[in-house]
């Protein structure tokens, strides 16, 4: 039997524990010891909107297995409350202090994995200590968040970053009865995800909804009355009341322990690993929030923070540690989150980046129903498809929608990970039965959609166009081919607006001049297509289809929005 | 501008359809004819167990087109309730009659498409001709089963077969209200579809669910009152009353046209057709229920009809006959269908036609929650993992259950199509949150546990082999790992049953003999691996745990079943 190994683990969070449970596995002698700073270890921080939302009732929902569970188990120690102050590489050792009682100890280790997690950045703005005015990060914070909630008394919150947590907290906050402000420096909520449309169909929900977006502003101070925030103000001089806010501006990785020890730190301040997930330091590993993952798409690191693949990091560092050789390929940029009615998904790449990385970038925006409009539950998905149109490979996908968005985007990401064309895509053998899908899923149609406009074949605007176009008041004529049925739900009133149904579009096609802009509109761009198809068919030199339809069109419209 | 050319389809389901739109968007000028023997186009043969079931109100909600749109939009004949009845190669025509008339008529074609669907097996059954019997394939089959259902006293139904067609009708019947019996000559329901484990599971829940099922049987006659099915009596003398008789036994390619013809045809009946879907016969094409698919993965041709099939096919034909080169690549098998509250799905390979291909198989059979179970709506999945333990490659997936299977279901058919090898999917970069997946997807567990056992880690039993051990008496320890509580509710009391909760089983591990043979049980198997793990390394020789646990135990229990 070799020597006992020494195996140190630093954080309790996802990838520390995934390590310590698999390590146990591979190797039943080695002494293993995982020390966390928090009360708790192995426990589903992912969790925490739901449990301020008051979907989980008690936090110990959320822990995966506690303390005591995983010296019964794995025969692993764990330390909580005790703080990792300072590595000894050469020495091999961790120095920890007690936090309770201040008392320091070293702890060798043979192997030391350091899962220290991320933290979420607090700015520097006026009033930022007021009572009230938390971030989110652990389990405390949510019970801290959730007393704030039950005390509010005008029930009005901001939410300062339209990121991730930032949204997720807006859904909670909003089941709590709030009235919530989302506050967000850039342009567009989700903005480090999703492209434009797919960030403003997802936005357009949120104020649907009752969520108030104050977009491309900034919160300049907090002011408070007895020490609680009684408001914000934005840098456009709004004053936005508010008894709560959530700062989720974003998070960094917590790497002043490594960095402190001499290892090589990445770009995105994370500590620099492998694809053994290896430090510079060979004896020592990181994973977790506090490393960034090569994106196997764009050839490049990406800090992607996240609970998966810190647990696919623990799962291949204790393989490594017990030797068995394995390594993290990286990650697609997969990420998803519900918001209020709303599944929101995105993998690969976006297209502006894209096309930054040099892809002749062609794509397809493809809204459908997620199943049959005759089986009960259909619901709206949208669809946008990235692909590079020399390769013919699919670059990236993003959707929105209340219907089931995510198993399209969990399709694209295994696509995309195995390098899969467009026009594979288009003939995928996908599950089909009317429960589930279309029997041409909103994909295979964003995929011919692509192919057809790489060949010349579709000629298209986006409804983003079409906004700027009847901005500047252009001279065309927007055919609006739906129903009058429809029309009469719904429509784009302007100037430049005509309907005639589609099934008319053949008859009367010889009526229209040959060299008038011609910019046909249907409801998801179907149909607009075949008009489209028609009228060039017939010698109408200038026209293009609103792909998407005015399922996509984020502007003003008569009547009631399609989704 | 070249000459109009003329375009015969023979078959308006789904391919007919499809061909004949895209063909009039790449081709202003071609002469298309679509002739069908039915009363409409274009709709969705796959809704109509949900038109039987009540959910579908209309047939109308079922038609994607009409024959009058088709003239409209497309500038497409279509002659309804005309039936094809000879081609002409030679002459390039095809003979049809109208039906209501017996008028005759030359239809002159360039190119030709055959997509004559195909039609129910009728098995020449003493009484099959009684009033109360019916096939399902077509809207007014499925408005006569609504007649008889309506006009049912009993409410008892009997359905010959328990393939697709047979569970969604005998969902479809348990909805009415009906006492359902589906008669299966295999022994499992969805035999061809389904591995053994998946099978049982999804029999026990329709049987949980009220379906009484009668496998390995055979209808030999059927019996009436007054002409109307009273009754019918299986192979081995039980007579089960019903008033209303299902026969769902299976469906063959309507290929006497073609075959009459002379076109080649394949080993099932199929029209033959290579990757362009062109027949023997260069100017005559053929798509939809009609041909056989080549499946990617066995690398043979196989009859799995599908309307999603179908539409693909259509494309690539109108694609070919436009003068754009296209292929369909093929199938990889992909099926799914729900069955009352389970939703269930299988791609690529089963485990026995993986290796009678000559693969050497590796498979995991494990179950999980589609989301984390702190999270609303929670539901247990049961996912089957079939590789090539030397290539590592994927070969096949299946799965059932409450939760959703069938993402999993189209995530394999991706990966599957693209050759992933399970070291690839166990840190595939799925999306990730709390509302629709736990941080590790039930796929990454089934990929770790493949790669486990293919590398020796993990020794297993699966439960029907469990079954056998214990209807043998076997001597040997049954260590069920989970907690008091969950024993309490639901386990398996057998003489060699031995409660010892995990929390124990490191503390205890010294008292077991080191040589007698020790299965260990939790709820899901992961417990269990985990005891295996550490009475293994405390020197049990023989010891293997329960894959999928109790949840996948088809079994008699004490308590409530745990799905």
């Not at 101070?221 to 936005?240: I, P, W, Y």
């Not at 998070?251 to 960095?259: N, V, Y």
């Not at 297209?351 to 930054?356: D, I, N, V």
């Not at 011919?448 to 906004?467: D, Y």
Request: proline content about 4%; hydrophobic content about 40%; aromatic content about 4%.
């Amino acid at each position: 039997m070799p020597d006992v190994r020494k195996i140190v683990i630093i954080g309790g969070g996802a990838c520390g524990p995934k390590a310590a449970a698999r390590i146990r596995r591979l190797d039943p002698t080695a002494s293993i010891t995982m020390v966390q700073d928090e009360t708790m270890v192995s426990y589903a921080g992912c969790g925490l909107p739901y449990f301020i939302s008051g979907m989980v009732k008690a936090r110990t929902e959320l822990i995966v297995r506690d303390a005591a569970a995983f010296k019964k188990i794995y025969n692993v120690d764990v330390w909580l409350k005790t703080r990792a102050e300072r590595i000894d590489r050469t020495a091999h050792k961790v120095q920890v202090t007690r936090l309770d009682d201040n008392a320091t100890r070293l702890l060798e280790y043979d192997k030391l994995v350091i899962s220290t997690g991320a933290h979420p950045v607090v700015p520097p703005i006026e009033g930022i200590d007021l009572k009230g005015i938390h971030i989110l990060k652990r389990v405390p914070d949510a019970e801290e968040i959730i007393a704030l909630i039950n005390a509010a008394t005008r029930k009005k919150a901001v939410i300062v970053g339209a990121g991730l947590i930032g949204v997720e907290m807006a859904e909670a906050l909003t089941a709590r009865g709030f009235e919530v402000t989302v506050v967000e420096a850039l342009d567009r909520v989700l903005a480090s995800l999703l492209d434009e449309e797919i960030s403003d169909i997802t936005a357009k929900h949120m104020t649907d909804k009752g969520v108030k977006l104050k977009l491309g502003q900034k919160i300049v101070s907090f002011a408070g009355v007895d020490g609680q925030v009684r408001s914000a103000t934005t840098d456009k001089n709004e004053v936005l009341e508010c008894d709560l806010a959530i700062v989720a501006i974003g998070i960094r990785p917590d790497t002043k322990l490594a960095s402190e020890a001499g290892l090589k730190l990445g770009r995105f301040g994370d500590i620099e690993v492998n694809n053994h997930m290896q430090t510079s330091d060979p004896d020592i590993y990181a994973g977790g929030d506090c490393v960034a993952s090569l994106n196997i798409i764009s050839g490049q690191k990406e800090f992607v923070p996240l609970g998966s693949t810190a647990n696919k990091h623990g799962h291949v560092i204790a393989n490594n540690i017990c030797g068995i050789d394995d390594t993290f390929p990286g990650i697609v940029g997969t990420s998803c989150v519900k918001i209020l009615d709303f599944n929101v998904g995105r993998t690969g790449l976006g297209e502006k980046q894209a096309r930054e990385l040099g892809h002749d970038v062609a794509v397809a925006l493809v809204p459908g129903p997620d199943k049959p409009e005759y089986y009960a539950g259909s619901s709206e998905i949208i669809i946008k498809l990235i692909v590079d149109s020399r390769t013919r490979k699919i670059l990236g996908g993003q959707g929105t929608g209340p219907g089931d968005v995510i198993k399209r985007i969990d399709v694209l990401a295994t696509a995309i990970t195995m390098g899969m064309t467009v026009d594979a895509l288009a003939n995928l053998d996908l599950a089909y039965a009317p429960p589930y899908n279309t029997a041409l899923d909103v994909l295979h149609h964003a995929a011919n959609l692509v192919i057809n406009k790489i060949a010349g074949r579709a000629q298209s605007i986006r409804p983003a166009e079409l906004k700027e176009k009847l901005a500047r008041n252009e001279d065309f004529t927007l055919l609006d081919v739906r129903t009058h049925l429809e029309a009469d739900k719904v429509s784009l009133e302007k100037p430049q607006t005509q309907l005639l149904p589609l099934t008319k579009v053949t008859s009367d096609v010889e009526k229209f001049p040959k060299d008038k802009e011609i910019v046909t509109l249907c409801r998801r761009g179907q149909r607009a297509y075949q008009a489209a198809c028609t009228l060039k068919a017939a010698g109408v030199n200038n026209v293009k289809f609103v792909e998407g339809g005015l399922t996509c069109w984020c502007g003003e419209v008569s009547g009631t929005p399609l989704i």
